[in-house]
């Protein structure tokens, strides 16, 4: 850590107060030179605490050899990395150590909440045993997580020393290639990224083109050293060449450059994509990407910016075909597709047996027009995700989604996703009850190439479901249509508390006008008859024909 302040006593706590007994782990803390009072802070830490060391270094100007000291150092038979200005919860190692020995893994993954973390498929499921081959691990390249310290001595894995731009990821691609057991859990948060309210996290640091381009070169070159070439090599490297290549001449961020400094961006860019990527990483691209990719590799620097225009309007549309309990779940009907910023669906045109991706769309920009999409279905995924507004926590429920080309008349298609996802408050947050507060519905997509978050919301006067309670000791759970847009969430009260209060007694009411018309009727009745009419209703009990079968 280097000039930490005040962050070591936010972060300490999480770190001294962990469920393993004090003798079960250690905190090493490797100070690089601060220039601060950190340096005095941290040996008061280690006077206090037994199980707490602390090593002073020359300043080294970058994370990596702190990192490295600290697991020369280390002990234990696992190493957790936390950064100075992060958290961990508060049975983080405990949890993460067991599914390690069972397992015996080698990398473990513990799901990641925060102000610098949005929701990532990567944490849909826990998983006991995985490697890169069969889970989207390059997905997740930050070093917060948990690894036995023989994997990384036996195979000589340490983070570069200096200021070496994306160390993170040159590590963890070393890592992944090498990894033979990779454990994910998913069930429960482990690790607090945050964002520093003083802008001194490493991240946030400008780079220019050339320094930032020549270390990913680096980690281009760790995946392939650790493959063979062929399909699995494409496929791990496609994640760099999608969001560090394709990332910058997309939107927002090519309409962002201007002038020389988008040129020399640009020219960066596309010398890497030339030399430094096999054919087949681009040739798996869905449409979109595919073609950003052609116009970048033919030099189109001003069709990428027009098509950044257009595509920049694109927007999902989510239609909730159907909500209603089944079997204690909620089951929410949809059908997902994408729109033009003219509010005309994006389609693929049929031509001569060939399937071209939107003419509309790509009219007028040179190297674009007549593009293929032969395989329109790939790539294609969609989901609804319930965000814990209070723990800032993304869950994943069940879903049943399917891709399809829908006709649309004089050869014209489109690609939808339809299907159901189930809700399960008793199991959502992993494997336990949804907990108190407000939980916001919503939907992802990606469809040819192009990725949209919405929220799931009714376009007509469709009622909420009824009220439901769920658990031991009953909770209730209340789906309602509200804030922007009439989004849908389900508001989840506190366990035994499972009464109705006065603001939707009456919820169940079709119409939302009826329901503001019955709630100010409510209140101007006198207490006592105020009193009969709640219990009425509770006697009406509105949640048992939804209720657990």
């Not at 300043?59 to 490295?68: H, T």
């Not at 859990?185 to 996290?201: F, S, V």
């Not at 062929?230 to 002038?259: A, F, I, M, T």
């Not at 045109?349 to 293929?372: K, N, Q, S, T």
Request: charged fraction near 30%; aromatic fraction near 6%.
């Amino acid at each position: 850590m280097y000039n930490a302040g005040r962050y070591i006593e936010l972060c300490s706590p999480s770190l001294l107060n962990q469920s393993l007994g004090k003798d079960e782990y250690e905190i090493i803390y490797v100070d690089d030179g601060s220039t601060d009072d950190s340096a005095e802070r941290l040996d008061e830490l280690a006077a206090k605490h037994a199980h707490v060391r602390v090593v002073h270094q020359e300043n080294s100007g970058w994370p990596g050899k702190p990192r490295n000291v600290g697991v020369r150092l280390a002990r234990g038979e696992y190493v957790q990395f936390v950064d100075q200005d992060d958290e961990l919860t508060p049975r983080a190692l405990e949890h993460l150590h067991r599914l390690a020995v069972r397992n015996q893994s080698d990398i473990v993954l513990g799901k990641v909440i925060g102000t610098m973390a949005g929701p990532s498929r990567v944490f849909k499921r826990t998983v006991e045993r995985c490697t890169a081959e069969d889970a989207p691990l390059f997905e997740s390249l930050t070093p917060h997580k948990m690894f036995r310290r023989d994997f990384l001595l036996t195979h000589d894995l340490a983070f570069p020393e200096g200021p070496v731009r994306l160390e993170d990821q040159l590590f963890m691609a070393q890592a992944y290639v090498r990894a033979k057991t990779v454990s994910i859990l998913a069930d429960q948060p482990c690790y607090i990224w945050k964002r520093r309210d003083d802008g001194g996290n490493n991240s946030g640091r400008a780079a220019t083109p050339e320094d930032y381009y020549g270390h990913l070169r680096g980690v281009v070159e760790a995946i392939k050293e650790g493959t063979e070439p062929g399909p699995l090599q494409d496929h791990l490297l496609r994640r760099s060449y999608r969001v560090e290549l394709l990332r910058p001449v997309s939107e927002p961020r090519v309409l962002q450059r201007k002038g020389k400094a988008l040129e020399r961006y640009f020219d960066v860019v596309r010398n890497m994509a030339l030399d430094a990527y096999p054919p087949g990483v681009r040739e798996g691209l869905p449409a979109v990407s595919g073609l950003r990719a052609h116009l970048l590799e033919e030099g189109h620097l001003d069709s990428l910016v027009e098509l950044a225009r257009r595509t920049r309007g694109i927007r999902p549309r989510v239609t909730v075909d159907d909500v209603r309990w089944r079997s204690g779940r909620l089951v929410v009907s949809t059908t997902m597709s994408l729109i033009r910023a003219d509010g005309e669906p994006l389609t693929l045109v049929e031509r001569y047996g060939r399937l071209l991706l939107d003419p509309e769309l790509l009219a007028g920009i040179e190297g674009a027009e007549g593009w293929e999409s032969p395989h329109p279905l790939g790539h294609t995924h969609g989901e609804l995700l319930l965000h814990d507004t209070a723990r800032d926590l993304w869950w994943f429920p069940d879903v049943d989604l399917t891709p399809r080309t829908e006709p649309l008349g004089g050869g014209r298609h489109r690609v939808v996703l339809t299907g159901e996802t189930a809700i399960d408050p008793a199991t959502l947050a992993g494997g336990e009850a949804m907990l108190p507060g407000t939980h916001l519905v919503w939907a992802s997509v990606q469809l040819l190439g192009i990725g949209r978050r919405a929220r799931v919301a009714r376009d007509d006067d469709r009622p909420r479901p009824a009220t439901t309670k769920v658990g031991t000791p009953p909770r209730l759970v209340i789906p309602t249509w509200g804030g922007p847009g009439g989004q849908l969430r389900l508001a989840v009260g506190r366990p035994g508390h499972a009464t109705v209060p006065d603001r939707i007694l009456l919820g169940t009411t079709a119409a939302p006008r009826v329901r503001k018309a019955a709630r100010t009727l409510l209140h101007r009745l006198p207490p006592d008859v105020r009193h009969q009419a709640r219990t009425l209703a509770r006697r009406a009990d509105p949640w048992k024909s939804a209720g657990r079968k």
